[in-house]
T-cell receptor
């Protein structure tokens, strides 16, 4: 079965630094998402992306966050100035249409 | 977005059938109902999706009553490896809309 690929699997950064989390969605999918999960909590929606623009974003997705699809394959999430509370597992997901979401294995972000 | 309500946790034993019910009272006409499974430190994994009545695949069944205000995920003969968190999601008539996770149900299967 095709997979969503995320890199790196772990990222450690200092507070205030910028991080970029990378994702390669499944090639024929049209809709892309970022979710995050703080340890022990539920999966939280951050942003959805379609046709090279943001479709929907949550309250969490403030001005410190941005997403890009710089080429035909990569989908990135940038956090400009990380805070301690940004520490979480970040999941990328994609879907072809109104079908199931395919999730990547996540990037564990630790902000020190 | 339709909000979902599930039990926080459930316990079962190997070989038993487990039924997890999700309430979604304000489901929209075009919404699908989808269930995901999540193991620790992994991304959620699709289990089953339905719109109405009953859907069955190789791992589970999904029962949806006529009013669609709830749904029940049925896992036949669970094993220890079914210990996970199970999420019910409602939505997705178009990929543009976000799919929002609820708190999920933590299923613990005992030997």
């Amino acid at each position: 079965e095709p997979e969503v690929t995320q890199t790196p699997s772990h990222q450690v950064t200092q507070m205030g630094q910028e991080v970029i989390l990378r994702c390669v969605p499944i090639s024929n999918h049209l809709y892309f998402y970022w979710y995050r999960q703080i340890l022990g909590q539920k999966v939280e929606f951050l942003v959805s992306f379609y046709n090279n623009e943001i479709s929907e974003k949550s309250e969490i997705f403030d001005d410190q966050f941005s997403v890009e699809r710089p080429d035909g394959s990569n989908f990135t999430l940038k956090i400009r100035s990380t805070k301690l509370e940004d520490s979480a597992m970040y999941f990328c997901a994609s879907r072809p249409g109104n079908e199931k979401l395919f999730f990547g294995s996540g990037t564990q972000l630790s902000v020190l | 977005l339709a909000k979902t309500t599930q039990p926080i946790s459930m316990d079962s034993y190997e070989g038993q059938e487990v039924n997890i019910t999700c309430s979604h009272n304000n489901i929209a006409t075009n919404d699908y109902i989808t269930w995901y499974q999540q193991f620790p430190s992994q991304g959620p994994r699709f289990i089953i999706q339905g719109y109405k009545t009953k859907v069955t695949n190789e791992v589970a069944s999904l029962f949806i009553p006529a009013d669609r205000k709830s749904s029940t995920l049925s896992l036949p003969r669970v094993s220890l490896s079914d210990t996970a968190v199970y999420y019910c999601l409602v939505g997705g008539d178009t990929g543009r809309r976000a799919l929002t996770f609820g708190s999920g149900t933590r299923l613990q299967v005992q030997p």
